[in-house]
């Protein structure tokens, strides 16, 4: 082990123990945790915070139950207008925020105006207008109907407007103030977050009086947790074998997945406005995309990179209800893949690798440095393309150097997983066409807008679920397997844990992408169990 890696390894062990005591002292009323998770924009709701997993510091106007069914949370009554423009929310009236400052439909309003406008994860771009009409009641004008605004129901937290003492501001992510169960205390970036109880939480008593969360990397936390300095920690796949005494292994399922995404468009000289290069003359071709999806063996590829640990992915939401179940099949088959590339001009040279008219089939997959599970599967699917004739050169960068140089230039091994089928309109709507992570690889079908569209403009959720299908496969085109293929879906992820053994849990939900501690979705649940 290198001697600086040693001693910084070292330091981060003795910050806990200075800082907390042991663990066994504290064992009843705090909780030490190393889950991952954070985040670069502080826990700012308007900049994203929240928009995967529970905002812990903030409260939403719903929440969801273990089976994603919708729970109040500050909302007590909601409606929509029948044109499906107005939503008129009634607010409970005993929430207060940490400094027991009353929370009122003006704070709501204000959260909902601001992050409109503040470009953050939350898309409120079809949002006109919220109005506070009184201190309990706040209406929130749509420019169109959209189906899945009531999402943001579920993932915005409200902060305090800024037009109050100790309202919102700039510096709000590192000092948040809100309504949620914890109030932060203290946060050293890069090594630790603080937070303990919210004496004025309008809730049931949070079971542990503080929370201290570990922000270490995959060796340091594993070391952590077999030292005895830690009661929750996130592993991945490769280290999730064996638990530390005292500690079972916890597997929460989730909607998480792993998959590549292709570019679109074959490579004429563009570039994006931040001047990434655009297009792969490989990738560009269907009969390329459709032969790696039924080449790609996923069993193999969940016991090889996942351990076991997940379950094949076969699309951007499989198991939820606007995705279609018959997007799947049983075994990859790489006779057809091999037909279809050689129908489409792609010839077997004597090396080993395919070529049409001089372009070897050959691109690079690019994954996140330092994410041992994406490394893993980029390999894997290397190796279980070659016999085909296709050449893939995984690809390790930072993401800096990924939204520079590759984003819309190489295929990109991405993790996704939402609860709400706004992200599927994200990942393939030609709107979003280049915008940040989403439709990187500018993927484009009118008929697919117009199914997402149609989704959109439905009367509810359950009426939207044919069109959100149909976009993926409507017999004739589609983004999925059978139809454009945009993206080749590899796994979907268990969410593993190692779990103090005194440590009850509850019911664990369906968790999404793993950013904003999903796991601590039912965190007023837990319980300890032992003396």
Request: aromatic letters at 10%.
């Amino acid at each position: 082990m290198p001697i600086l890696r040693y001693h910084w390894m070292a330091a981060t062990m003795l910050a806990v123990p200075l800082a907390l005591g042991s663990l066994a002292a504290h064992a009843e009323s705090s909780l030490v945790m190393a889950i991952g998770g954070e985040p670069d924009d502080g826990f700012d709701p308007l900049l994203g915070w929240g928009h995967y997993g529970h905002p812990l510091f903030q409260s939403t106007l719903l929440s969801r139950d273990a089976d994603l069914a919708t729970q109040p949370e500050l909302a007590r009554d909601w409606t929509l207008s029948d044109d499906r423009l107005r939503w008129t929310i009634s607010l409970r009236d005993d929430a207060y925020f940490s400094d027991g400052t009353a929370l009122t439909a003006a704070d709501v309003a204000f959260t909902f105006n601001a992050a409109s406008r503040a470009g953050g994860r939350a898309d409120l771009s079809v949002l006109a207008n919220a109005e506070a009409l009184d201190e309990r009641r706040v209406k929130l004008t749509l420019k169109e109907p959209r189906v899945t605004f009531m999402d943001t129901f579920y993932t915005l937290g409200i902060v305090p407007a800024a037009q109050r003492d100790n309202g919102y501001h700039d510096g709000y992510g590192r000092a948040p103030l809100g309504s949620g169960p914890y109030q932060l205390v203290e946060w050293q970036e890069g090594e630790q977050l603080i937070v303990e109880r919210n004496p004025h939480f309008y809730g049931e008593t949070p079971p542990f009086e503080r929370l201290v969360f570990q922000f270490t990397g995959e060796d340091t936390t594993l070391a952590a947790a077999n030292a005895g300095r830690l009661h929750l920690a996130s592993v991945p796949p490769a280290l999730a074998a064996q638990p530390p005494s005292g500690m079972q292994r916890v597997a929460m399922q989730s909607v998480d997945n792993r998959g590549m995404l292709f570019p679109m468009q074959p490579d004429r000289g563009e570039t994006s406005d931040s001047d990434a290069p655009i297009g792969n003359d490989v990738t560009a071709d269907p009969a390329i995309r459709q032969a790696i999806n039924l080449a790609v063996d996923r069993e193999l590829l969940v016991e090889v990179a996942l351990h076991g640990f997940g379950q094949p992915a076969f699309g951007p939401a499989d198991g939820l209800a606007w995705t279609d179940p018959a997007e799947r099949f049983d075994d990859a088959d790489l006779e057809t893949a091999a037909a279809l590339l050689d129908a489409a001009g792609w010839q077997m040279e004597s090396e080993g690798l395919r070529q049409r008219d001089g372009q070897a089939a050959r691109f690079r997959l690019t994954y996140p440095a330092g994410d041992t599970t994406r490394q893993l599967l980029a390999e894997s699917v290397a190796e279980m393309l070659r016999p085909l004739g296709i050449a893939v050169d995984p690809t390790g960068r930072h993401w800096d150097e990924i939204r520079r140089e590759a984003l819309h230039q190489d295929a990109i091994l991405f993790g996704w997983g939402s609860h709400s089928p706004q992200e599927i309109y994200y990942l393939y709507h030609s709107q979003y066409a280049g915008q940040d992570y989403y439709n990187s690889g500018f993927y484009a079908n009118p008929a697919v807008d117009a199914h997402l569209e149609v989704a959109q403009a439905a009367e509810s959720l359950e009426a939207s679920l044919p069109h959100w299908r149909a976009a993926q496969w409507d017999g004739t085109t589609g983004y999925g397997m059978r139809g454009d293929a945009a993206w080749a879906w590899l796994v979907n992820l268990e969410h593993l844990y190692f779990v103090d053994d005194c440590l009850d849990m509850g019911e664990l939900g369906i968790a999404p992408h793993g950013h904003g501690w999903p796991i601590t979705a039912n965190l007023l649940e837990w319980q300890w169990q032992c003396d």
